[in-house]
């Protein structure tokens, strides 16, 4: 996109999701470019939070009677409603987003309890004015998502998106440490029925070696031989026997062309009861014989 086709910033709504908590992200170009201040702005209040980026030189925030040093590397958070004024030095430097939150009726089910609650309480504890010194990571996220804002390409809002939920959690960090965070499992942590997939996919990869059965797989599963069946059609859209019969002729095909193995060895291999039903079931599904396969396959590999 050429610049002067760029979206203004104040135009562009950006909506990220952590957990039940919804933020709604407020920008305006003075995100992108530094805004600068000599002597001193005059003293004002937002119904939003507000995240200053110190860019520049050094100065002060005053917030009524309190007076917070800033520098270049400081970012600054402010809570809503809370009058404030910047002074500072000729070169005092700063860009600056706003964002409120507010928190959803249908969340994400998976996303942990214990974090969405340190979010909640981070946030809420912020009642005048946070200063995060020197904090390298939320600086160079401000400036990819403003590289992105200005890429509008194939992906950008997924990225702008995802930059953002990692500013929001360093910013959270570098404020709080662990002071008042919950010691509790920071991921989901997966339940048997999760877990299916992999069971059964590392069964299937055993069965070609070793004579193996719906019951061993229910065994493994801890469900009923009529269960598993259900669950297998639901995964994979096939019965067991469907399966079982294609891994058998995909490992047929190996043998048969890595293998100087007759057609009974690879049958007994593979478990066939003789080789006639074995070369059936494999020109039924592949449409050619094993002996076709093979010289195919020789033929293919000889030119």
């Known amino acids: 996109m050429r610049a002067n086709d760029l979206i203004p910033l104040e135009n562009i709504n950006i909506k990220v999701g952590i957990g039940p908590i919804l933020f709604d992200i407020l920008l305006d170009k003075a995100f992108s470019a530094d805004v600068r201040h000599f002597p001193a702005t005059v003293t004002h209040a937002h119904p939003a939070y507000e995240l200053q980026f110190i860019t520049k ?39 600056y987003m706003q964002f409120t939150y507010s928190i959803r009726k249908s969340a994400d089910d998976l996303f942990p309890e214990a974090e969405a609650n340190d979010f909640l309480r981070a946030l809420s504890s912020v009642q005048t004015v946070v200063l995060i010194q020197q904090v390298s990571s939320i600086f160079r996220l401000k400036n990819l998502i403003s590289n992105e804002l200005r890429e509008h390409s194939f992906g950008s809002y997924v990225k702008v998106q995802g930059l953002f939920m990692q500013l929001f959690a360093e910013m959270l960090r570098a404020m709080f440490k662990t002071s ?28 070609i070696e070793q004579p193996l059965n719906i019951e061993q797989l229910a065994a493994e599963l801890h469900l009923s031989v009529k269960q598993t069946y259900r669950v297998i059609q639901q995964l994979y ?22 293998a100087p193995l007759t057609l009974r060895q690879i049958s007994d291999l593979l478990g066939y009861a003789e080789p006639g039903h074995f070369s059936r079931q494999f020109t039924a599904t592949t449409g050619l014989t094993p002996n076709e396969f093979r010289l195919r396959y020789d033929r293919s590999h000889k030119q």
């Open 180 to 207: 008042f965070l919950q010691h509790q499992p920071r991921f989901p942590l997966r339940t048997k029925d999760d877990s299916r997939t992999q069971i059964i996919d590392l069964f299937f990869e055993k069965i």
């Open 237 to 258: 859209g096939k019965s067991f026997k469907q399966i079982v019969k294609e891994l058998q002729i995909e490992r047929a095909k190996e043998l048969l062309v890595s």
């Open 57 to 95: 030189g050094s100065g002060l925030c005053t917030i009524g009677s309190q007076t917070v040093p800033i520098a270049a590397g400081d970012a600054i958070l402010i809570a809503p409603h809370v009058y404030h004024k910047f002074n500072g030095c000729e070169d005092l430097a700063r860009s």
